[in-house]
């Protein structure tokens, strides 16, 4: 487990260049894969990556993700920020395109996004990431907004995509009397 939370201003400032966010990254992945690497929930690792991810980036406003729950339809939680919308179908918004495709989005203007939900009219840019379990299904998105314009890049791309995949193999617990 890590011995600190990186938690850093929340400024809403991108005062980070590509090697400052790469050695951000660094460090927050470290973390996440020593919380992650003997807990076999998936709730509880979402909620970790959470909680790591939006007290280590100044830049990001809201974070988390939405669940898979019906096939076409996603679900908010867990998440960290302003409050978020509940429902998101496959049909709307950058996480449902996200979703539909299968595919990282990065949007840099999302009031320019055709078809954008404004869940939080502060919210200037946003990446949302695919989350797949062992069987390459679909299983959520990450989703993190900034109040920035163009926030969101390559380089966190890159080490997005390789935080979620730590979430392959993990299952919701079942309920058990204890």
Known sequence: M?????????????RMDADAKRERYGVVLDQIRATLQSERDLLAGMASIVCL????????FWTGFYRRVAERMLLVGPYQGTMGCLWIPF??????AAARDGRTVIVEDVHAFPGHIACDSASASEIVVPVFDAADRLIAVLDVDSTIPAAFDQVDRE??????????????LPVVSM
């Open 2 to 14: 890590a011995e600190y939370t990186l938690v850093v201003d929340k400024t809403g400032e991108l």
């Open 53 to 60: 991810l939006h007290n280590a980036f100044p830049y990001y």
């Open 91 to 96: 049909e709307r918004g950058v996480c449902g």
């Open 159 to 172: 080490h997005l995509e390789t935080i979620v995949a730590l979430l392959r193999g993990k299952e919701a």
